[in-house]
């Protein structure tokens, strides 16, 4: 029997107002999972006034006591972790490791901002009279809307709205219409750790609950993360409307080796970053560029790996790679590696379904002999799609790099400290990582990324706070005394 999944308004568990649902399927076994309200402009209405009656009173609990309550999620998410992760790996495919991973994310941002309570940090500085003082401190912007994708269904929606809460802002959240059965597993957790009606709702459905989000005036912020098409929509959407917005889209992710790298670190390191989760991480490596003298080497040991890993459901102990989301993902995959082989690229190790009756499996796939102008070293495939670029050193790795229409997240692999920091210094992406696979963000580092990835902001750590929060510059003058249009430094010093 399918899960029968509802909307979360004002603290209230219902259907869509106009009793529409959709399916979702398991990408294993392609059966349905759940079934979900298919959401309109009136039920995202519905959830934005009862955000808005909700902001009256949260913005007003003490942030201690906001923490608390995060702190109890984080107990309830850490008692459900294995019912999410089963629950997350039968929704989306990905292997069960990875799916308690995503919980995990989860539970550490509810401990992260849950200590948040507690600092909410902002800062005093001198003011140039005497008898005045002056602060700038966080305040919650009001109602903030979020759109969110498959692949993280609890980790990212976490990003978004553990800060968010911590802030004092209420939430309207709208998840992928992939994971509609998780998500709202992952708002039930919030409903029992004792988060007062209507602070966190939750609508269900696909682009137009999101575009009824994004174009609502009631609400002051957009937190988006998934295609960079639809991102783009959606910023300009809300820009009409003067909304601060936060977009996290695409990559292309590249992890560099250069000849003198440790060539099994490097190996796991590739075959993890660009395989797990299928290929379908944000920071996912879909390029190698490796230096000319560890090429033969590098490769043929990536396509001896690649060759031992188990393709299966995700529930399966034994599996390394799930099934791709969705038919359409798959058969994105399956354009790309067309367009590779008639670019010339040349096609080493899978290139093809794993036939298993049902499901939408595909073989971790190695390109190389890939040129920098292909569109397989160019375009976001969102698969288990690696191609590889020779070049001759490191600076022409860098630059490689750097060409990327996205930049969120990039790595270099060597044992020279040099080459180490040189990269530190010149790789544009929003993360780097030295002797590491591009993927693995903790929560307290800011996550993001340069040019086509994002707008600029980031999510995670200190720096994800600017989203959910306006800076309120307060002076107080304790003079007790009317103001003169003028005083000189020289007479203000002269006063008892
Ligand atoms: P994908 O194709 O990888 O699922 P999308 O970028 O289409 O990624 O989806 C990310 C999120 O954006 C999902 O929650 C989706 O429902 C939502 N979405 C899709 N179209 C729109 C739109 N026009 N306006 C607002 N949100 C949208």
Redesign the pocket.
């Known amino acids: 029997m399918p899960d029968i999944v509802q909307n979360y308004i004002g603290g209230k568990w219902s259907q869509a107002q106009s009793g529409e649902t959709f399916p979702t399927y398991n990408p294993a076994t392609e059966e349905i999972l759940a079934v979900a309200p298919t959401s309109s402009t009136n039920d995202v209405n519905a959830a934005v006034n009862a955000a808005k009656a909700a902001y009256k009173h949260w913005r007003l609990t003490p942030a201690p006591r906001r923490g608390e309550i995060l702190f109890k999620v984080a107990q309830i998410l850490t008692e459900r972790k294995e019912q999410l992760a089963r629950l997350m790996t039968q929704e989306m495919g990905k292997i069960l490791a990875e799916t308690r991973g995503d919980v995990q994310e989860a539970i550490d941002m509810a401990y992260y901002m849950g200590g948040e309570g507690r600092r909410l940090l902002g800062y005093t500085a001198p003011v140039e009279m005497p008898n005045k003082f002056g602060m700038a401190m966080r305040d919650s912007v009001g109602v903030i809307g979020l759109?969110?994708?498959?692949?993280f269904p609890i980790a990212v929606p976490s990003w978004k709205i553990l800060p968010a809460l911590i802030a004092g802002n209420t939430i309207v959240f709208?998840?992928?219409?992939?994971t509609p059965a998780t998500s709202a597993a992952f708002v039930k957790v919030f409903e029992d750790a004792g988060l007062p009606p209507g602070v966190l709702n939750l609508v269900t459905?696909?682009?137009?609950?999101?575009?009824a989000?994004?174009n609502h005036p009631d609400v002051r912020v957009i937190s988006?993360?998934?295609?960079t098409?639809?991102?783009l929509?959606?910023y300009s959407?809300a820009a009409s409307l003067g909304k601060k917005v936060s977009l996290e889209m695409g990559g292309k992710n590249a992890i560099i080796v250069l000849d003198d790298a440790n060539l099994d670190l490097a190996v796991d390191a590739i075959i993890w970053s660009a395989f797990g989760t299928t290929g379908q991480r944000c920071t996912a490596t879909s390029r190698l560029i490796v230096q000319s003298g560890i090429k033969p080497k590098l490769i043929d040991a990536l396509v001896a790996k690649s060759k031992t890993l188990k393709v299966g459901d995700g529930l399966d102990d034994k599996t390394n790679v799930g099934p791709l989301v969705n038919a359409?993902g798959r058969d994105k995959v399956e354009k790309y590696v067309e367009i590779g082989k008639q670019e010339g690229a040349k096609l080493l190790v899978g290139g093809q379904r794993t036939d298993m009756g049902k499901g939408y499996f595909y073989a971790p796939t190695l390109f190389s002999d890939v040129s920098r102008s292909m569109r397989i070293a160019r375009e976001e495939i969102?698969g288990p799609v690696l191609s590889a670029i020779e070049v001759a050193s490191l600076d022409e790795a860098v630059e490689v790099n750097n060409e990327s229409a996205y930049g969120l997240s990039s790595s270099i692999f060597t044992e020279n400290v040099n080459a180490a920091f040189r990269a530190i210094r010149d790789l544009t992406t929003g993360i780097v990582y030295i002797n590491h696979g591009t993927t693995g963000a903790e929560i307290q580092f800011p996550f993001g990324g340069t040019r086509g990835t994002g707008n600029g902001m980031r999510e995670a750590g200190q720096a994800g706070m600017d989203s959910f929060t306006e800076w309120k510059s307060v002076y107080v003058d304790f003079s007790g005394r009317l103001q003169r249009a003028q005083i000189d430094t020289e007479s203000v010093l002269q006063e008892p």
């Open positions: 759109i969110t994708p498959w692949n709208k998840p992928s219409e992939d459905g696909a682009g137009a609950a999101g575009a989000l994004a988006f993360t998934g295609s098409d639809t991102g929509k959606v959407q359409k969102f």
